[in-house]
């Protein structure tokens, strides 16, 4: 299972350079494989309003989570203090550590173009890597 970093949708949203293949990643991953973090939808919301795309961003939740089927996660507070290790030991941001917590807490892979993450013992995967590990049955090969 996946947890999706902000960069990939932000791709597809604001038609940045890798949109295309996420996009592709977003449509072809089965919704139930799919997590995203409450983080995200804030950080979504804050950038797309300073893009002056507010009105969208209604529209953008509903399409992902309500009609997408896509699973928002929050992060428990107890878990705050493993999210300040993971910024230490890995030499991340606030919201890169938030991710990293997240997936570490749920089993989840990091579906991300942030090569941040790569120093770090869960990795990354990039969205074309995790189209190409999603097997016929849905399930993501070796995860």
Do not use: C, W
Request: net charge negative.
């Amino acid at each position: 299972m996946f947890l999706v970093d902000t960069n990939v949708f932000l791709e597809v949203l604001l038609e940045q350079a890798n949109s295309k293949v996420a996009e592709e990643f977003l449509k072809k991953t089965p919704p139930e494989l799919v997590h995203v973090s409450d983080f995200t939808l804030y950080s979504i919301g804050i950038i797309m309003t300073r893009a002056g795309k507010e009105e969208a961003f209604p529209g953008f939740v509903e399409d992902i989570i309500m009609n997408g089927g896509f699973t928002i996660l929050r992060l428990p507070p107890l878990e705050f203090r493993g999210l300040v290790d993971a910024m230490k030991r890995f030499n991340l941001d606030f919201d890169d550590a938030y991710q990293y917590r997240l997936a570490e807490l749920y089993n989840l892979r990091i579906v991300s173009f942030d090569a941040d993450f790569d120093g770090t013992e869960l990795g990354r995967i990039t969205p074309e890597q995790a189209i190409k590990t999603v097997n016929t049955f849905g399930e993501p090969k070796g995860g």
